[in-house]
Every structure is written in C-alpha cells, then in structure tokens.
C-alpha cells in the first residue's frame, strides 16, 4: 500500500546583509522505512527530488532499488529563518524482519531522517555541504568551513509524520 511521510525541518539563519554564503537545501534526502522488498526493518533509504525510485542500502550492503519518491520538496525562506517541507510516497507491505524478530510497521519504529545543505564561500569560492539528521544532539550550529562564518543553528529536530 502507498505511504505518505512528511518530513519538516527548520533552521536559524545570520540575516543576509552579511557574507552571503547562499545557503540552500539540497533536492536529497535520506530516512528509515521497512523495506519489504529486503524484508528488513529500519533501512536507510536514498531519496532525490526528481527521481521516480528510491535506492534502500539492503542488507549487507547489497543496495537495491525500491518504489518511493519525493512528492514535494517545498523550501519557504524568511530573514533569518529557512523551512523545508518535504513529502515522500513509497511503498510499504506487511512482513517480518526475521533477524530482528519485528513486525514491520509505517512509518519504521524509530524514524530517521537525514537532511543535506550546500552553500558557497565567497571567500574560497568553494562549495560545500553539510547535513542535520534527526537524532542530533540540539542546538546545533554550522559554520562555513573556509571562513568560519556562522551558517545556520539547528534548535528542532526534524518532524517525521505519516499522512492519513
Ligand atoms: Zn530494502
Ligand atoms: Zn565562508
């Protein structure tokens, strides 16, 4: 059956008058589901925007292509503030993880959801990219890793909800 998560996230950021480092969410996300395909719970999957299939890291390190996509990927920018909302469709059946002895549920037990950033330096002319997950310990603050000068503060971990 279909699933639908949606994923939020939101993040401090210096007002722009300073060094503008166009920080920006990268159209890519990684989070947790069971996968049925591999009958495993809690893998991380590899979603981006765009692309109409998800790749599940598998079991033993044997990725494998599986049913989901990005729905939405909406990114709304205040002064000091930037917000993401991203939805995922994918597909999900029952089954149990032999291994873990666990039913497979949706969304996965424990949630998980990894988020990637990238910015350019205007003093190094260099890009580069970081990324906030879920299980963060918070607050947490990027600086840019040539200049040091401050990106973004964390202080919410991302908001993972299955959609009725
Ligand atoms: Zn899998
Ligand atoms: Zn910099």
């Known amino acids: 059956m279909l699933r639908t998560i949606e994923i939020t996230a939101d993040l401090t950021t210096p007002s722009r008058g300073e060094v503008f480092h166009n920080l ?9 589901v069971d996968c049925f395909i591999c009958e495993r719970i809690g893998r991380t999957t590899h979603l981006r925007h765009g692309e109409e299939s998800m ?36 597909w999900w059946a029952p089954f149990h993880d032999v291994e873990r002895d666990t039913p497979a549920t949706a969304p996965t037990h424990a949630p998980w959801v990894r988020l990637h950033l990238g910015y350019l330096c205007p003093e190094a002319r260099q ?10 310990v918070l607050p947490v603050s990027e600086t840019c890793s040539h200049c040091a000068h401050p990106l973004a503060t964390t202080t919410r971990s991302p908001g993972i909800r299955l959609l009725p």
Not at 24 to 32: E, F, G, M, P
Not at 68 to 82: H, I, K, L, Q
């Open 24 to 32: 920006h969410w990268q159209k890519k996300l990684d989070l947790s």
């Open 127 to 136: 890009a580069e990219a970081f990324s906030i997950q879920s299980t963060m």
């Open 55 to 90: 790749v599940c890291s598998g079991d033993q390190g044997v990725q494998h292509p599986a049913a989901g996509r990005v729905a939405a990927f909406d990114v709304t920018s205040e002064r000091e503030r930037t917000m993401l909302r991203a939805v995922v469709d994918y």
